[in-house]
Structures are given as structure tokens and as C-alpha cells.
């Protein structure tokens, strides 16, 4: 149980075009799913909290539109890297919280702008 | 804030070696503890928690003790196999109000190597 999609897995697109991650917790309802970004050999950075039915809260220093946040269901919710750039490319990662405090997280976006 | 502190990596190991990562953390309050494992290309998948003092999270020969006194979650393993070879991250979350803005805070995660 308790598992999470993300889609797509890799995604190519051209500097200046907008893409769409999509991140579904697929046994359970989220209320709250959280976006993380993962340069190499690093930790994760969390991006922004994203609660069903309210507007995402971003953490500081994470340009809210430049990553659009969408959480439109129990069970989806989406991110959307506007006007991409190639230092957007990176590792992205969801989260679907369950519970207090416990997290499962999808496999992740590897995006690259070019 | 709450922080995450893991040894510095990476770490190499022969197969059937004994294993531990430190963490030590930094919280305000009383924080769930977790471990989470990345394979190469993959998202982070839970390994083990632990939730008050005292507590032991065990999952695949992996285990932690929640340690209050020491601030630690060292996970140990007795005899590692060369599937393990990933990056382990330590983090903690701390359930502030009824739990809504709740956050992971992780360590910089550190890279084992098992070879055969």
C-alpha cells in the first residue's frame, strides 16, 4: 500500500516552453503532497506544500510563478515548470503525506531543458 | 530550525561488512526520526522510523534506535549485501498544530557502496 506515480518519469522540452508533472497517491487520499527538487549528489529541497482545494505554500526562495502548483484532487496533484530554462533541469520529486506526518514519495521527473 | 546532521560520505564497504550511519538531529520538540533509501534513478522509499524515545525501527536487516539523550538515529546493519549500494537519507518531522503543515527535514543523505 501507500504507493505514489509520478508522471512522466523523464521529460525533454525546449528552453522557453512549459512542462507538467503530474503526482498521483494511488491507495490513498493526500490532502497534503509536497514538492521536492534533487540537484546530483545532493538532498532534496523542499519546493512548496501543496494542500487540496487551497493555494500551494512555497518555501522561500521558490518562484510561485515560475512552478505552478495545482492540487485538484484527493488524489492528484501537479506541477508546472513555466518558461523552462536549462537551469530548471533537475530531479523532481513528489510526496504524498499519510497521516501526521508520515510521507511516501513517487519516483520522481528527471527534466531536461535545452 | 529543526536540522539534520549525517556523517559525511560516501562510503565503501565489502560485502557482508557491518554498517552504520550516523545522524544526529536538532528539534524543538519531540520529532518522528526516519531513514529513507534512493537507488539509483528511483524516489526515496521509507526504510524505517521510529516515533518517541526509545523506539527501534527495523526493516530488511536495518535498524535505528531513536536515541533522546544523544539526539541520534545511527542505522546499523549486520551484514550488508551488495544490493544496498544506494543513498540513505536521515530526517525528521516534527507535527506542528493538528499535523497540516508538517515537514521532513533531511539530512544530505550519504552514498553506500557494497562491493562484492
Known amino acids: 500500500g501507500a504507493v505514489v506515480s509520478q508522471h512522466p518519469s523523464w521529460v525533454i522540452c525546449k528552453s522557453g516552453t512549459s512542462v507538467k508533472i503530474e503526482c498521483r497517491s494511488l491507495d490513498f487520499q493526500a490532502t497534503t503532497m509536497f514538492w521536492y527538487r534533487q540537484f546530483p549528489k545532493q538532498s532534496l529541497m523542499l519546493m512548496a506544500t501543496s494542500n487540496e482545494g487551497s493555494k500551494a505554500t512555497y518555501e522561500q526562495g521558490v518562484e510561485k510563478d515560475k512552478f505552478l502548483i495545482n492540487h485538484a484532487s484527493l488524489t492528484l496533484s501537479t506541477l508546472t515548470v513555466t518558461s523552462a530554462h536549462p537551469e530548471d533541469s533537475s530531479f523532481y520529486i513528489c510526496?504524498?503525506?499519510?497521516?501526521?506526518?508520515?510521507?511516501?514519495f513517487g519516483p520522481g521527473t528527471r527534466l531536461t531543458v535545452t | 530550525g529543526d536540522s539534520v546532521t549525517q556523517m559525511e560520505g560516501p562510503v565503501t564497504l565489502s560485502e557482508e561488512a557491518f554498517l552504520t550511519i550516523n545522524c544526529t538531529y536538532t528539534?524543538?520538540?519531540?520529532?518522528?526520526l526516519f531513514w529513507y533509501v534512493q537507488y539509483p534513478g528511483e524516489g526515496l522509499q521509507l526504510l524505517l522510523k521510529?516515533?518517541?524515545?526509545?523506539d527501534k525501527g527495523s526493516n530488511k536487516g536495518f535498524e535505528a534506535t531513536y536515541r533522546k539523550e544523544t539526539t541520534s538515529f545511527h542505522l546499523e546493519k549486520g551484514s550488508v549485501q551488495v544490493s544496498d549500494s544506494a543513498v540513505y537519507f536521515c530526517?525528521?518531522?516534527?507535527?506542528?498544530?493538528?499535523?497540516?503543515?508538517?515537514?521532513?527535514?533531511f539530512g544530505k543523505g550519504i552514498t553506500l557502496s557494497v562491493r562484492p
Open positions: 510526496s504524498a503525506r499519510l497521516g501526521s506526518y508520515e510521507q511516501y
Open positions: 521510529a516515533t518517541k524515545a526509545d
Open positions: 528539534a524543538t520538540g519531540y520529532p518522528s
Open positions: 530526517a525528521l518531522s516534527e507535527i506542528r498544530g493538528t499535523g497540516a503543515n508538517s515537514k521532513l527535514t
